[in-house]
């Protein structure tokens, strides 16, 4: 579910056809994600989009929009 929710909600950042309409507060309130957790996400992402080889500019563009998001996700 967490795979197929982020994959959808990353189509829809980077201008691609997902219908991503989960209010990001409201989906991680009662999950008390931590900031280590966040940022163990944003790794993760990062090192696929390397080893994909995905240009910079995109790495920079989706990570920049994440990062966006950090206080409405990060609850503890």
């Given at each position: 579910m967490l795979k197929a929710a982020l994959?959808?909600?990353?189509c829809q950042l980077e201008g691609g056809n997902g219908q991503f309409s989960?209010?990001?507060h409201a989906v991680h309130a009662q999950l008390g994600v931590t900031q280590?957790?966040?940022?163990?996400?944003?790794t993760d992402l990062y090192l696929?989009?390397?080893r994909r080889a995905n240009p910079i500019a995109a790495q920079n563009n989706l990570l920049a929009k994440l990062a966006a998001m950090e206080p409405q996700?990060?609850?503890r």
């Open positions: 994959a959808l909600q990353f989960m209010s990001m280590a957790a966040f940022n163990a996400l944003a696929t989009m390397d996700i990060v609850t």
